[in-house]
């Protein structure tokens, strides 16, 4: 089992930034893949950006490419979404999810643990 607590969320003005932080338990994160997904109200959860287990692989959604930056430490146990120029639209709940495989995929379906989720509010 394992568990995923997300952290860093808060109220921004647009063009600023934020670090979103996942911390986990386990002695495994490092086979785990790991993903960040968003969801906003009235909208279906949607894919932000993914890891693979050694962190040498990342992927991201078109609309936060160039803007947000995943990355995994795992000597921490913790992976990192780092956004910057932030837009109004990325207002939504962001979740930290694990994958119990070493190679990042991008659906939902595909990841087996789920933090609780932190609220980000950019106002413009």
């Known amino acids: 089992q394992v568990q995923l607590v997300e952290s860093g969320g808060g109220l921004v003005q647009a063009g600023g930034s934020l670090r979103l932080s996942c911390a986990a338990s386990?002695?495994?994160?490092?086979?785990?893949?790991m993903g960040w997904f968003r969801q906003a109200p009235g909208k279906e959860r949607e894919f932000v950006a993914a890891?693979?287990?050694?962190?040498?692989?990342?992927y991201y959604a078109d609309s936060v490419k160039g803007r947000f930056t995943i990355s995994k430490d795992n000597a921490k146990n913790t992976v990192y979404l780092q956004m910057n120029s932030l837009k109004p639209e990325d207002t939504a709940v962001y979740y930290c999810?694990?994958?119990?495989?070493?190679?990042?995929?991008?659906?939902?379906?595909?990841?087996?643990?789920w933090g609780q989720g932190t609220q980000v509010t950019v106002s413009s």
């Open positions: 999810a694990a994958r119990t495989h070493r190679v990042v995929v991008t659906p939902i379906r595909g990841y087996d643990y």
């Open positions: 386990g002695r495994t994160f490092s086979s785990y893949a």
């Open positions: 890891i693979s287990a050694s962190g040498g692989s990342t």
